[in-house]
């Protein structure tokens, strides 16, 4: 019989707030049995193996960060681009930083043949591009901008979070400099305005 007390939920629950403390990479399901106390064998009763499990806590996670988004940005003007563009930054830093390990789930894209992580992930992804809409940003331009501005913020917080600022500068005004910068950079281009793209380089041929 499973263990008296435990169900999916908690054992996702768990696994979560071990992630943080050890790291996605890290959390296994020994180390997550020897939480409960339990033989792994016992996990068993309540997911389908460790890809089951970190699957479980990505959903989670995706979960989390939309809501923290979305409760950011209840208290910005629709119209104001600007602020909200900064709550949504100031946002999705704290969460990466209060939940390294959570964090770390909700970096690799959902498979399109899971729904439940799919509809997570549309729904952090509608946040986004409703914030970008009030600077014009639809469509396949809006999907760029939500890639430069993840990559953006993603890049700040993987380095605060592993030590990589070390110069004698606040690291808050660094961030508030970042999502100036990007702030001013998230606009529509005009069509007819826009560079094209270099061609690929194709590699010389061999003599």
Same mark, same amino acid.
């Given at each position: 019989m499973p263990r008296a007390g435990l169900n999916p939920a908690i054992v996702v629950d768990e696994a979560a707030r071990l992630a943080d403390e050890i790291g996605f990479d890290r959390l296994t399901l020994a180390a997550l049995a020897a939480r409960f106390r339990v033989a792994v064998p016992s996990l068993y009763k309540h997911l389908d193996g460790l890809g089951a499990l970190r699957r479980g806590v990505a959903v989670l996670a995706v979960r989390e960060l939309g809501a923290a988004l979305d409760a950011a940005l209840a208290d910005t003007e629709p119209d104001d681009a600007s602020s909200r563009i900064a709550a949504l930054a100031r946002a999705y830093?704290?969460?990466? %930083?209060?939940h390294p390990g959570r964090y770390a789930a909700t970096i690799r894209a959902a498979s399109?043949?899971?729904?439940?992580? !799919?509809? &997570?992930?549309?729904?952090?992804?509608?946040?986004? %591009?409703?914030?970008?809409?009030?600077?014009?940003?639809?469509?396949?331009?809006?999907?760029?901008?939500?890639?430069?501005? !993840?990559? &953006?913020?993603?890049?700040?917080?993987?380095l605060e979070a592993a030590g990589g600022f070390g110069l004698p500068r606040d690291v808050d005004r660094s961030f508030g400099r970042l999502v100036r910068t990007l702030d001013a950079g998230l606009t529509a281009e005009p069509a007819a305005g826009r560079p094209d793209l270099p061609a690929p380089v194709s590699p010389a041929p061999r003599r």
């Open positions: 830093r704290v969460y990466a %930083l209060a399109p043949v899971d729904p439940e992580h !799919r509809t &997570a992930s549309d729904a952090v992804l509608a946040i986004v %591009l409703g914030v970008l809409e009030a600077r014009g940003l639809t469509g396949d331009e809006g999907i760029d901008a939500a890639r430069t501005l !993840r990559a &953006a913020l993603h890049g700040f917080v993987a």
